[in-house]
């Protein structure tokens, strides 16, 4: 059983967007003492159910940490993280793995596919542990299959695939279980910027059609633009953020202007 918070759910923005994540002054330290690294110092956040929010900041400045904290995938020091009015800091290991399980899904940059698996078979491998049935299985994966335009690869193997092909593959996964939250911690890190396109228009696909809320760390100016909100940290603490009107090739210079600002990041132009 999750431990609900007793205030109601009808969080919005502007009084339109209902509030699915909140995060209230969390903070997250490595070693002890003397030594210790502030990772993330009291940071507050909100997003709203369906954005695509991305998390930039300079090498270290704990992007990687507030994504895994988000996502309970790490505990904070103090603090609350509420998701869909669950307080997630409250929950034993057990339950937030179900959670994760069920509600979330995780790109990551090193793929984490198996190669003795081909393309479906590591696709669907989530609703497989999860004993799905045959029909679900089928059902999510065919949807996926024509959101995403995949079902060439079904039966290809891994080592027979590009690094952009293995990066569709590795959200195609992600995505199996339906999640409401997608999270992605540097997706375009290891692709060329053709792969990286491809990727990232996916990936509007999948916010815009399916109403999946997107958390992405990253470093890249251009990854970022995709984004409808940037909420940039610095040395551990949210700095500032920018909101995209709309136009993609504005945005993109914003996030520029504000990475020379804060320091650190990487970008090259809108092919």
Sequence with gaps: MYTLLNNNNNYSINGEFHLQIIVKNIAKDYG??????????DIDLQVAQGEFVGIMGPSGAGKSTLLNAISTNE??????????SIDMTQQHDKTL?????????????SFELLDSLNVKENIILPLVLNHSSKKVIEERFDHLNRLL???ELSHRSIDDLSLGQRQIISAARALINNPEILFADEPTGSLDSKSATILLNYMQIINQREKTTILMATHDAF?????????????????????NSGDRNAFFEQVINMQRTIGGGSYFNIP
């Excluded at 505990?75 to 869909?84: K, L, M, V, Y």
């Excluded at 793995?97 to 940059?109: D, E, N, S, T």
């Design 149 to 151: 335009d995949i079902g």
């Design 97 to 109: 793995a179900q959670y994760r399980r069920h509600k979330m899904g995780f790109i990551y940059q």
């Design 223 to 243: 990854t970022a633009s995709y984004c409808s909100r940037v909420v940039f940290i610095k040395d551990g603490s949210v700095f500032s953020e920018i909101v």
């Design 75 to 84: 505990r904070p020091d103090h603090g609350q993280i509420i998701i869909d």
């Design 32 to 41: 002890k003492k003397k030594n210790a690294v502030h990772a993330l110092k």
